[in-house]
């Protein structure tokens, strides 16, 4: 597994990578044993998210256009906002299963420096995702008083959500800290990126555009548009 650390401006850096769908971590070892309550709940959350992130990837390409209608609409942007949850989330939760990683940095950073500020990020990660599944981890239990209500306990659903993916970060960044050997790998692409940062959106999307693709990497534009400075 390849992890790009991305340079989006003012000396800060993102890890970035991609997966297959055939190897989403949400299949294989993590399939849920359907015969427990949490198995199923787990099962409900996989398959909720796994549709979400295919409108989500299908309206990023363009595939699929916004539902006209107002309700159509509020269902969009929350699967819209699972699967942009997720894609946060899934580099680290696919580092819990690596042994050996390649990191993808700028030609012009050092390989000492890359690692370096590779696990400044995974430390920063590891901290910032053990506070959040401590709160979720509350509002599920919490969440417990709304058993009674008719249907599906959606707010126990969302925290379940939550605490998992949060789980499964905490895991990645610790697994990336203490486990992983890291192959650190020069890249003129991403020295480009760091310099087209602080050019304004429309005169650098086309340019961010190309780099991505000559990469390989289906949705950095967007990740890198979303993150840089200006």
Not at 23 to 29: K, M, Q, R, T, V
Not at 68 to 97: D, I, N, P
Not at 140 to 156: D, E, H, Q, R
């Amino acid at each position: 597994m390849d992890v790009f650390l991305v340079p989006v401006g003012h000396g800060r850096h993102e890890l970035y990578c991609e997966i297959a769908d055939d190897a989403d971590s949400l299949n294989g070892d993590d399939r849920p044993d359907e015969s427990t309550f949490f198995g199923r709940l787990k099962k409900r959350a996989q398959d909720a998210i796994a549709d979400a992130e295919r409108e989500w990837k299908d309206r990023q390409a363009g595939r699929i256009k916004m539902p006209t209608g107002r309700w159509g609409r509020m269902k969009a942007r929350a699967r819209a906002w699972v699967a942009e949850k997720v894609a946060e989330q899934r580099l680290l939760w696919h580092l819990r299963r690596q042994d050996t990683c390649g990191l993808v940095h700028a030609d012009d950073t050092s390989a000492d420096t890359a690692i370096v500020l590779m696990r400044a990020s995974l430390q920063r990660d590891f901290e910032r995702h053990r506070r959040w599944f401590a709160w979720h981890v509350a509002g599920f239990i919490a969440s417990g008083v709304t058993f009674f209500v008719p249907g599906p306990n959606l707010l126990a659903y969302y925290f379940f959500f939550r605490l998992a993916g949060h789980y499964l970060s905490m895991k990645g960044a610790r697994q990336g800290l203490d486990t992983v050997t890291w192959a650190p790998r020069p890249s003129r692409a991403l020295r480009e990126l760091r310099s087209l940062a602080s050019v304004p959106l429309a005169e650098r999307v086309d340019r961010v555009r190309i780099i991505s693709e000559d990469l390989g990497l289906e949705n950095l534009a967007t990740f890198f548009n979303r993150l840089a400075a200006v």
